[in-house]
């Protein structure tokens, strides 16, 4: 069953400078136990897409549900638990009263209330922080009682605008542990990260939106797949020196693909090792690429 999905939904703002095309008959879907990364520049309409959805915009064109019934419900909206990028939390409160709160908000009513919220707190590394003030924490602290606050709801539909922002390297590990682990349990995510290589790491298939437009919605892999023409080799060798020198006899040398089997042949002549062939392209180079090639051709309107 699919968890999000858009049809043909478009927005158009009225401004002093005219109108603004925010969303342009985009169309997508998540699938439960999914994850879904949404990346495009600045002012391409990820935020846009993220209101309609929660109908804090509602005089949009085309449909959304979430598990299948219309978002305009609210009841609809239930199943969808919200990380907004800058996550206001209630300063004079504790990470444990916020935990507490958010359950009673959602109508949930736990014996273990206290132990159950104790234990989110933990696994986000912030259970001693959990009767201090939330103004007492440091970014990343909040960040992470943020995202506690998402999960200890057991939502069937995250939302989370650039949910690793403010984390350290361990952090940012601890959070995509967890959220794979979310995903596996058969939760969808719908996020949104500026990072590519978050992206890369925690969803299945991302969309790329420019200017209100969805121009591709794919997996990180079959992107960079499609584009890879230059290859990486790390290789083995006591007599061929080529490429940038890794350990003793281990180096790594990038390739045209056509130059590829020609190489190989040579390496094998000279005795050597193949370890590794990997596309040279990352996702990151992919985006600029179309990017541009969007930029040249695509629409206008902004
Ligand atoms: N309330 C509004 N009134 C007029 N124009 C708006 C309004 N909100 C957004 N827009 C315009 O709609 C377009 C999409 O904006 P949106 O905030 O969805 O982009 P975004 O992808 O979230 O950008 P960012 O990465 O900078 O947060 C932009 O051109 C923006 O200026």
């Given at each position: 069953?699919?968890?999000?999905?858009?049809?043909?939904?478009?927005?158009?703002?009225?401004?002093?400078?005219?109108?603004?095309?925010?969303?342009?008959?985009?169309?997508?879907q998540v699938d439960e136990?999914?994850?879904?990364?949404?990346?495009?520049?600045?002012?391409?309409?990820?935020?846009?897409?993220?209101k309609v959805m929660l109908d804090i915009i509602n005089d949009y064109e085309g449909d959304v549900s979430i598990y299948g019934s219309s978002s305009r419900d609210a009841r609809s909206r239930k199943a969808i638990a919200y990380l907004p990028e800058s996550p206001a939390l209630y300063e004079q409160f504790t990470p444990l009263e916020v935990l507490r709160m958010a359950l009673r908000m959602n109508g949930i009513r736990r014996r273990d209330e206290k132990a159950w919220c104790q234990q989110w707190l933990e696994r986000f590394s912030v259970a001693p922080y959990a009767s201090r003030r939330i103004r007492q924490l440091?970014?990343?602290?909040?960040q992470r009682v943020a995202l506690a606050h998402t999960l200890v709801v057991q939502p069937r539909l995250l939302v989370l605008d650039e949910p690793l922002s403010g984390l350290d390297p361990v952090g940012r590990q601890d959070v995509v542990d967890i959220l794979l682990e979310y995903k596996h349990a058969g939760g969808a995510i719908f996020f949104t990260s500026h990072v590519l290589h978050?992206?890369?790491?925690?969803?299945?298939?991302?969309?790329?939106?420019?200017?209100?437009?969805?121009?591709?919605?794919?997996?990180?892999?079959?992107?960079?797949?499609?584009h890879a023409d230059r290859f990486i080799v790390r290789y083995q060798s006591q007599s061929l020196a080529e490429g940038?020198?890794?350990?003793?006899?281990?180096?790594?040398?990038?390739?045209?693909q056509s130059a590829l089997p020609g190489w190989l042949d040579n390496l094998n002549r000279h005795g050597g090792r193949v370890l590794s062939i990997h596309p040279a392209t990352s996702l990151e180079s992919v985006f600029f690429r179309i990017l541009e090639e969007n930029s040249a051709t695509g629409p206008g309107g902004r």
């Open positions: 069953m699919s968890a999000l999905q858009f049809h043909d939904v478009s927005k158009t703002f009225q401004s002093r400078k005219g109108a603004i095309r925010a969303l342009n008959r985009v169309n997508l136990g999914e994850v879904f990364g949404f990346v495009g520049p600045n002012g391409a309409g990820k935020s846009t897409t993220i440091s970014k990343g602290n909040v978050d992206v890369e790491r925690i969803a299945d298939r991302f969309g790329f939106i420019n200017r209100g437009e969805l121009i591709t919605t794919r997996s990180p892999r079959e992107l960079v797949a499609e940038e020198r890794l350990r003793e006899d281990e180096y790594q040398q990038e390739l045209d």
